[in-house]
């Protein structure tokens, strides 16, 4: 089995925060999607079925947050948000957000952070998931093995 690169979906109005998210990702291996409004955010998650989230808490339309926890309802997926510093909201665990302007070096590290934690989710889930699914979190790297209970 090809493993496909891993996805990366940046939904912020702020140009400049998408381009340096952009990069910094890319950077990484990773194929990036963009979306400037929420609508769009979750379009294109339908389509790309993102590996990290990188969304706004002030994203037009739909809060950040909304859309979070609509993406997370279809399965686990890493997520960083990105704050104004006006507040991220209660139901972000601490160490998701990350104040605007960033760097790419702060970026980085979150990123190292919560797809190193956030892994775990994924493999807590294979059980819903096909065998394919389980291949390819297997080719990724994100689990060493599964066990099927029958």
Do not use: W
């Not at 998210?21 to 609508?39: K, N, Q, W, Y």
């Not at 990290?52 to 859309?67: K, Q, S, T, W």
């Amino acid at each position: 089995m090809t493993s496909r690169a891993q996805i990366a979906l940046v939904a912020d109005a702020d140009a400049a925060s998408v381009d340096l998210a952009r990069r910094e990702l890319r950077r990484h291996g990773m194929r990036v999607v963009t979306a400037s409004s929420s609508e769009r955010a979750l379009r294109v998650a339908e389509l790309q079925r993102p590996d990290l989230l990188v969304l706004a808490v002030d994203l037009p339309g739909i809060p950040g947050l909304e859309v979070l926890r609509r993406l997370r309802a279809r399965g686990p997926v890493p997520a960083i948000m990105l704050t104004n510093g006006r507040g991220a909201g209660q139901s972000m665990r601490t160490g998701d957000a990350l104040r605007k302007p960033f760097t790419a070096e702060q970026l980085t590290s979150r990123i190292h952070e919560v797809m190193g934690r956030d892994a775990v989710l994924a493999a807590t889930h294979i059980s819903s998931r096909s065998e394919e699914h389980t291949s390819e979190l297997q080719s990724r790297g994100l689990i060493s093995y599964a066990v099927f209970c029958l």
